[in-house]
């Protein structure tokens, strides 16, 4: 899909991101959008029933001999793992209980961490704020890889391996490119996970809290599921730093793949995004969009023009100010 010669550099713009202009258009244009805006009252029990499940399967998995207990881990906890921070994701913006009631969607998030194995809500929500309100930024938004990344990961098989490891550069990436003071909520949020993570080996064995922590490794590396990371702001297409994907992983995925729309309104919970693109169709039906987030790792793998060099980049204001 990519249609210029080898990146050696990331695509510096001089413009501001193209989605608060096209917001404001949109709201001009179809005002109802607004009402779109709010909690997701069904999210909490969603939330809830996939935690318990993790936990049911942390029961179940003791027993089994490591080879499935790793074939577990990518099958099925993978999946719920890698949905449950895209829940987080969600819990971020405040839709599960609303921007009134802002520690309890902390809180939330804290709870619908459990599974995944290692502290990760309240890092995210940190950083988070920063990708919306600077994309693509300089420093500002640490979702872009670093030179090195995009120095080092530029052959087939070096892209596979950095795919594989992406839970790890992910979360390792923001301490070196912006690192920021610990909050008490992450301290809490580490405490809590790491009492869970006892209690389970002391009730169940080891087996189950490798299954949790290799599931979220596993499902957010060389998985399906992980195509999102790419397919959302990676330039396929010279000039486009967003895409939505609009198939059917996004029933297991809280709409993720409706990332262009979530740009545009991310006060809207995904459940409610299918209904911003149907009411302001002419805005999102002829921007280029992804048709399979499998065939999104495919070609990143072995598109030559592809890499993790191909972000747009910015200087933002706060980031020349910090420098």
């Not at 995944?116 to 809500?121: E, K, M, Q, R």
């Not at 500002?140 to 490891?165: A, H, Q, S, Y």
């Not at 939505?244 to 990332?259: E, K």
Request: with cysteine; net charge positive; proline share 6%.
């Amino acid at each position: 899909m990519g249609n210029w010669v080898t990146r050696s550099d990331f695509e510096w713009v001089y413009t501001e991101q193209p989605h608060s202009q096209r917001r404001k258009e949109i709201l001009a244009k179809y005002p109802e959008i607004k009402s779109l805006m709010g909690p997701d009252p069904r999210l909490k029990w969603i939330v809830s029933g996939m935690v318990l499940t993790q936990f049911l399967a942390c029961c179940l998995v003791k027993d089994l001999s490591w080879k499935w207990v790793f074939f577990w881990a990518y099958a099925f906890g993978g999946c719920i793992n890698h949905s449950l921070t895209l829940a987080i994701h969600d819990i971020s913006h405040n839709v599960a209980f609303g921007n009134k009631q802002a520690k309890w969607n902390r809180w939330f998030a804290v709870f619908a961490n459990l599974p995944i194995g290692v502290p990760y809500s309240a890092s995210f929500k940190k950083y988070h704020i920063d990708h919306h309100r600077y994309l693509g930024g300089d420093i500002l938004d640490v979702d872009i890889p670093t030179d090195f990344e995009g120095w080092f990961f530029c052959t087939p098989f070096r892209k596979l391996i950095w795919i594989i490891l992406q839970p790890l550069l992910y979360g390792l990436r923001p301490l070196y490119v912006n690192p920021k003071k610990v909050t008490q909520m992450e301290i809490l949020n580490a405490l809590v996970q790491f009492l869970i993570d006892f209690i389970i080996f002391y009730l169940w064995g080891l087996k189950p809290v490798i299954y949790l922590i290799a599931g979220s490794l596993l499902g957010m590396g060389l998985h399906p599921i992980s195509g999102h990371f790419i397919a959302e702001h990676y330039m396929f297409l010279k000039g486009h730093e967003t895409y939505s994907y609009y198939g059917p992983l996004n029933r297991i995925t809280f709409n993720v793949g409706y990332h262009m729309e979530h740009h545009d309104f991310p006060s809207i919970p995904g459940c409610k995004l299918p209904m911003v693109k149907k009411i302001a169709a002419e805005y999102y039906d002829n921007l280029p969009q992804h048709q399979s987030w499998v065939r999104v790792l495919w070609d990143f793998i072995f598109d030559d023009t592809l890499g993790p060099y191909s972000r747009v980049k910015r200087i933002c204001k706060l980031a020349s100010e910090t420098r």
